[in-house]
Antibody
Framework: QVQLQQSGLGLLKPSQTLSLTCAIS??????????WNWFRQSPSRGLEWLGR?????????DYAVSLKSRMTINPDTSKNQFSLHLNSVTPEDTAVYFC?????????WGQGTVVSVSS | DIVMTQSPDSLAVSLGERATINCKSS????????????LAWYQQKPGQPPKLLIS???MRESGVPDRFSGSGSGTDFTLTIGSLQAEDVALYFC?????????FGQGTKVEIK
């Protein structure tokens, strides 16, 4: 079955870059029917969609407007995974981060990564 | 962005009784061309990611018990747990996928009375 396995460092200082990876098994990051998403969840902001990448005939990327200037999502076809990079983090970026598959609804999720930003 | 608002924030229900969660969207999520409501429900247990329960407002995902049902259209939706079981204690979210950015309700915590 399809599984998503997250990895990456969860303790950051302000101004550093958050980098997380989501490894896919049982599906392909290059699938022409799937999309690969990042979310985060915190008590203050609730569950928040951050962005996605997907392949149809070319790669496409969509980002939440509020984070677009600081965020990139990159597919890695050689490793069948995708990554999230969020630069210039602040304590407000403290949250649990999830990757998930879906084009509107999200049926497969990663296990979650606790990210804490503190000086 | 479409704002999703759930009520109540929490509820306590006796085992075997009905639990009802409401979700209201700031604009209609009914797509006129196909008469589908772009509304989903998720269940999240502590320490776990959300689990998709219902899509298209009322269509249960494979393996979801039939005590879970969704209803509503346009801007007003309901998730009903027909007979609450101990394993249903969780946080429940509605989510719209009518237009990006995809947005979620704030969540409703269901507990046993």
């Amino acid at each position: 079955q399809v599984q998503l396995q997250q990895s990456g460092l969860g303790l950051l200082k302000p101004s550093q870059t958050l980098s997380l990876t989501c490894a896919i098994s049982g599906d392909s990051v290059s699938s022409t029917t799937a999309a690969w998403n990042w979310f985060r969840q915190s008590p203050s902001r609730g569950l928040e969609w951050l962005g996605r990448t997907y392949y149809r005939s070319t790669w496409s990327y969509d980002y939440a407007v509020s984070l677009k200037s600081r965020m990139t999502i990159n597919p890695d076809t050689s490793k069948n995974q995708f990554s999230l990079h969020l630069n210039s983090v602040t304590p407000e970026d403290t949250a649990v981060y999830f990757c998930a598959r879906g084009t509107g609804t999200f049926d497969i999720w990663g296990q979650g990564t606790v990210v804490s930003v503190s000086s | 962005d479409i704002v999703m608002t759930q009520s109540p924030d929490s509820l306590a229900v006796s085992l075997g009784e009905r639990a009802t969660i409401n979700c209201k969207s700031s604009q209609s999520v009914l797509y006129s061309s196909n008469y589908q409501n772009y509304l989903a429900w998720y269940q999240q247990k502590p320490g776990q990611p959300p689990k998709l329960l219902i899509s298209w407002a009322s269509m249960r995902e494979s393996g979801v018990p039939d005590r879970f049902s969704g209803s509503g259209s346009g801007t007003d939706f309901t998730l009903t747990i027909g007979s609450l079981q101990a394993e249903d204690v969780a946080l429940y979210f509605c989510q719209q996928y009518y237009s990006p950015p995809w947005t979620f309700g704030q969540g409703t915590k269901v507990e046993i009375k």
